[in-house]
Structure formats: structure tokens, C-alpha cells
């Protein structure tokens, strides 16, 4: 049911709120949970309304009875609800231009950090447009804004990454460029892409989530996450090596 899912959606987002601002002593902790709050959450409002112009355009609000209908593409609607679905996709999946919110989660503690940037909180995005797919795409619309988006998406992530000295950082900007990837995929006419976009959640998952939790151990042993700093750990520490 779309408003389930949309409930269940909104629940992440106050989930990370609290996650990111875990540590509320400091500022930059709130500042980067009020920060995605309001950025998935603002987002979250353009997809509840695109919800209930895509329910009301199908005639049911149940998914199982939406994604066997055929006339959605010629719904005078279909571009009002199908750019405010994007919207909302964008702004939890960090695509631009709403990835600036994703960088400044990196405050969470680091298990909370490897549910944001990898496992769960992004990936929300990412399933509703496979989700959405057989009802949505297939058309110009569909594949140029996905197309564009993830793209740019993809090249701006690498470049950020690769300028970050901090390891979760470049870890966050990575992510946003691995997302914007997958985007791209979901694009591609003819579902092209989405097998490649299924192995790549997986498979981002896993390892992303296993580079975060070495990061936290990193920064425990290490006591900092600069790369500046952490030259020279084979003499220093040669127990961790």
C-alpha cells in the first residue's frame, strides 16, 4: 500500500535524524542531522503527494494493483506525479543536486554510518525507482531525467571523493557517486540495467558497510580519521597490521 510506504519511508528519516545526532553535544552533529531531516524529509512531502496523484491516477492505492495497470503513461497526470516521485527518490538516494545532506551524516557513530551510507537509509530511493519502474519508465521523461541526474551525480561524488583527507569522507562522496551510477541503470530503456543495478546494490552494500566498520576501527586505534595522519601505522602500530 503507497501510504504504508510512505509511512514506513518517513520512519527512516526520523530513524537517521536521531542516529546522525547521536552525539547532540556537538554542533556539527545536530547540524548535520537537522540538515538531513529536513532534506529527506522535505523530499518525502513532494513523494507523498506524487503518491497520491500516482493512487488516484490507477484508481487503488495498493502496489500489487498499480503495477498491473497499463495507462499510467497516458495519465494527463503523469508528469506531475511521476517529477514529484523523483523528487522525493532524489532527496533520500542523495542525487543532486540534494547530496550535500549525505557528507554531513558522516558525524553518526560509525554502525550508524554504515546504515546511512550503504545498507538501508539510500538505498530507499533507489528501490522505489526499481519499484516504480514497470508502471513509470519507458519514457523520455523517465529515461532523460534518471539519465542526467545520475550522471552528473556520479562524476561530482567521484570528484569530491577524491579531494576528502577524511576517510569517511571520501567514503560518503563515493557512496553518492556509486548512487548516482545505479540511477543511471535504472534509466536505461528496455530494463537494460536493472540486473546491473540489483548486483550493484547488493554488492555496495556489503562492501561498503565492511569499509565503514574499518574506518570506526581506524579512528579507535588510530585516534584520527585525517590521511594525513595515519602515515607510518606499520611502525606505530604493528599489532593492527
Known amino acids: 500500500n503507497l501510504i504504508s510506504l510512505f509511512i514506513g519511508w518517513e520512519l527512516t528519516s526520523v530513524i537517521s535524524f536521531l542516529l546522525i545526532g547521536f552525539k547532540r553535544e556537538s554542533a556539527e552533529a545536530r547540524r548535520g542531522a537537522l540538515q538531513a531531516l529536513i532534506v529527506t524529509g522535505g523530499g ?10 500516482l493512487g488516484t491516477a490507477a484508481g487503488s492505492m495498493e502496489l500489487s494493483q498499480i503495477l ?27 542525487q543532486f543536486p540534494f547530496h550535500f545532506w549525505l557528507p554531513g551524516a558522516m558525524n553518526a557513530p560509525t554502525p550508524a554510518s554504515a546504515y546511512l551510507h550503504s545498507a538501508t537509509m539510500v538505498k530507499a530511493g533507489i528501490y522505489l525507482l526499481l519499484r516504480l519502474y514497470p508502471v513509470l519508465g519507458e519514457t523520455l521523461l523517465w529515461q532523460n531525467t534518471l539519465l542526467a541526474i545520475g550522471l552528473i551525480t556520479m562524476l561530482m561524488g567521484a570528484a569530491f571523493a577524491l579531494r576528502q583527507r577524511d576517510l569517511k569522507a571520501a567514503l560518503a ?55 594525513d595522519k595515519l602515515g607510518g601505522l606499520a611502525r606505530s602500530m604493528p599489532g593492527w597490521t
Open 68 to 94: 498491473t495497470s497499463t495507462t499510467l503513461h497516458e495519465s494527463p497526470w503523469y508528469a506531475g506525479f511521476t517529477i514529484l516521485i523523483l523528487i522525493g527518490c532524489f532527496a533520500k538516494s542523495a
Open 44 to 53: 518525502g512531502l513532494a513523494l507523498l503527494i506524487g503518491l497520491v496523484l
Open 173 to 227: 562522496y563515493s557512496t553518492i557517486s556509486q548512487l548516482g551510477i545505479l540511477v543511471a541503470l535504472i534509466s536505461l530503456p528496455h530494463g537494460e540495467g536493472l540486473k546491473a543495478a540489483l548486483i550493484g546494490i547488493l554488492a555496495h552494500s556489503l562492501y561498503k558497510a565492511a569499509l565503514f566498520l574499518v574506518v570506526g576501527a581506524v579512528d579507535h586505534s588510530a585516534g584520527t580519521r585525517q590521511l
